[in-house]
């Protein structure tokens, strides 16, 4: 199929309608932070921790470099090393699972539910054996995982539960914001994140030993300057995108409502087309941070959508227990085999209008 060069092409995701409508805050706050001259551990990445704490309200927060090293951060304030094992979803971006290497452990893929797409609390309790340390079900696509059966599944076992709520910023599980139900919730503000920096930060968050921990580590390990308490690393959020991720903090819910609204349309427009769509459980409240359809005809809808100049993309297409990094395991978890055969994601973003969500559902009910 020939491309349209006459249609105006549909990204998936576009930065630049927020960055317009905040930009008089977000000037102004850059600017501050250029002639405050304090660039490191300063005044804003303290001010953001606390407001993210009392927006996720409870636990304290520790604004680090990316939600990979949050990751990494939590997994370490609880003490996951060596010999080590930590059940995550194979279904996930990378990090979920790399980082359980980094720290020394070694990472155990389950399966996930076909309704969420998130950790399966039966396969997990299949896999817990006496090495296992910790459980880190990852609230996939702005989609809270069974938080109420894991959580219960680690006490009963006495393992740490270790949200990746990179992808689900005010998300809620039974009205409590996923991150601060586990003992720490990692989370990114890569740009196109539901809070999103102008570059790579993260936000470790959870109990005081846990956030005490990742503060002294994220910093050489020292309180004091050239006193090491711990093993440090350099994995500070720095003041500028503190600066500005705290102008896009006072507008985050609206930001959410906005991808709600947007998710809710796709879901009216595809209602009776032979896709699946994404399900919001009754005690949840998805943030659609990724718009993820599921068709077993996946790429003659790719295909037809890029002739109508529509953006797409796949996540993901491999999951990561056939990974060879991850020793490209023979073993089958069919329910991640078979999203990752049938999931794509759609365009959705705040700003994203409502026409387009028009173009683009036609073009999805007529390929399917
Ligand atoms: C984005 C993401 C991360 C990593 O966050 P960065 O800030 O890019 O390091 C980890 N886990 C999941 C599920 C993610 O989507």
């Known amino acids: 199929m020939s491309q349209r060069p006459d249609v105006e092409p549909i990204p998936l995701v576009d930065l630049r309608p927020q960055y317009r409508a905040l930009r008089q805050e977000i000037d102004e706050a850059i ?51 060596a010999g080590d094992e930590v059940i995550v979803p194979s279904f996930t971006f990378v990090a979920t699972a790399s980082m359980v290497r980094q720290v020394g452990a070694s990472p155990v893929f389950a399966d996930i539910t076909p309704d969420t797409l998130t950790l399966d609390p039966a396969s997990v309790e299949a896999r817990v054996n006496p090495r296992t ?51 720490a919730g990692c989370f990114s503000f890569f740009p196109s994140k539901t809070l999103g920096a102008y570059g790579d930060g993260g936000m470790l968050v959870g109990g005081p030993a846990v956030v005490d921990r990742a503060r002294l580590v994220r910093n050489h390990g020292s309180r004091t300057r050239y006193q090491y308490e711990a093993l440090g690393m350099n994995s500070r959020l720095d003041e500028l995108q503190a600066a500005v991720l705290r102008v896009k903090l006072r507008r985050v819910e609206e930001a ?47 295909a037809a959508l890029e002739a109508a100049r529509i953006a797409s993309a796949i996540y993901y297409p491999q999951p990561l227990h056939h990974a060879p990094i991850f020793g490209g395991a023979a073993e089958s978890l069919p329910h991640t085999e078979q ?18 969500i028009e173009r683009i559902t036609a073009v999805v009910r007529r390929a399917c």
């Open 133 to 183: 340390r910790a459980v880190v079900p990852v609230h996939l696509f702005g989609a809270p995982a069974d938080v109420d059966e894991l959580g219960a599944l680690c006490r009963h076992h006495g393992l740490h539960l270790i949200e990746d709520a990179a992808q689900a910023f005010g998300a809620e599980h039974r009205g409590r914001k996923v991150g601060v139900i586990g003992e």
């Open 256 to 302: 959410i409502e906005a991808r709600r609204k947007r998710a809710a349309l796709y879901g009216q427009l595809l209602a009776d087309a032979p896709v699946r769509l994404p399900e919001e459980t009754p005690e949840t409240r998805h943030v659609f941070s990724v718009f993820t359809i599921r068709t077993p005809v996946r790429d003659r809808v790719r």
């Open 339 to 356: 999203a990752c055969r049938e999931v794509l994601a759609l365009p959705l973003y705040p700003e994203l209008p409502d026409g387009a």
């Open 31 to 81: 600017r501050e932070g250029l002639e405050s001259g304090q660039f490191i551990l300063g005044p804003q990445v303290a001010r953001l921790e606390a407001e993210v704490a009392a927006y996720l309200g409870g636990g304290a927060a520790v604004g680090v470099a990316s939600g990979t090293d949050a990751l990494r951060l939590a997994l370490e304030a609880c003490g996951v090393g």
